[in-house]
T-cell receptor, first 113, second 112 residues
Framework: QQQVKQSPQSLIVQKGGISIINCAYE??????FPWYQQFPGKGPALLIAIRPDVSEKKEGRFTISFNKSAKQFSLHIMDSQPGDSATYFCAARAGGGADGLTFGKGTHLIIQP | DAGVTQSPTHLIKTRGQHVTLRCSPISGHKSVSWYQQVLGQGPQFIFQ???????GRGNFPDRFSARQFPNYSSELNVNALLLGDSALYLC???????????FGQGTRLTVV
């Protein structure tokens, strides 16, 4: 059972454009939603995270938008650069965290120069 | 500042063998979690340890076990290796349970 659904599976964006990746969840016990960036051969790196009591969080070029009623959240990368080309994962954690992070299947992002 | 360190970085084992993977968390972090990442998929949760006690376990067979030491480092053990255990094994550390979890670069295990 996939508890966090991520789309699209792959995405090509022109340099300077906006990259948008979406995630949806069903488990209302989730209370923490991070995004990770992973380069080939490396572990995932924490980008930005949000809790459901806010609707948006921005850090530099990265923004999370969160819609609690729709149980959806998304990552926006503004002014996308070739160095942003990587695989991006959304994740969610249920209260307490004992069940670990539940990850989406990932989005392979390519930024074309 | 040292991040999460894992050893070894790569490992090749034969079916039926046993393997031990090691993880050192970020200094001051008391929570360590283990994940399995199969090629092309997101990481899957295996175990969480906090203050040397198992706090959570994912849907993995009993062939998988782990422990956390007094210095908060951890090891993951897998017995009776199967071809399907080939994956990148990731360790993540955090101050509290899986909030702001920082990952190591993983151990690439290949079972032949």
């Amino acid at each position: 059972q996939q508890q966090v659904k991520q789309s699209p599976q792959s995405l090509i964006v022109q340099k300077g454009g906006i990259s948008i990746i979406n995630c949806a969840y069903e488990n209302t016990a989730f209370d923490y939603f991070p995004w990770y960036q992973q380069f080939p051969g490396k572990g995932p790196a924490l980008l930005i995270a949000i809790r459901p009591d806010v609707s948006e969080k921005k850090e530099g070029r990265f923004t999370i938008s969160f819609n609690k009623s729709a149980k959806q959240f998304s990552l926006h990368i503004m002014d996308s650069q070739p160095g942003d080309s990587a695989t991006y994962f959304c994740a969610a954690r249920a209260g307490g965290g004992a069940d670990g992070l539940t990850f989406g299947k990932g989005t392979h992002l390519i930024i074309q120069p | 500042d040292a991040g999460v360190t894992q050893s070894p970085t790569h490992l090749i084992k034969t079916r039926g063998q046993h393997v031990t993977l090691r993880c050192s968390p970020i200094s001051g972090h008391k929570s360590v979690s283990w994940y399995q990442q199969v090629l092309g998929q997101g990481p899957q949760f295996i175990f969480q340890y906090y203050e040397k006690e198992e706090r959570g376990r994912g849907n993995f067979p009993d062939r998988f076990s782990a422990r956390q030491f007094p210095n908060y480092s951890s090891e993951l053990n897998v017995n009776a290796l199967l071809l399907g255990d080939s994956a990148l094994y990731l360790c993540a550390s955090s101050l509290v349970s899986n909030t702001e979890a920082f990952f190591g670069q993983g151990t690439r295990l290949t079972v032949v």
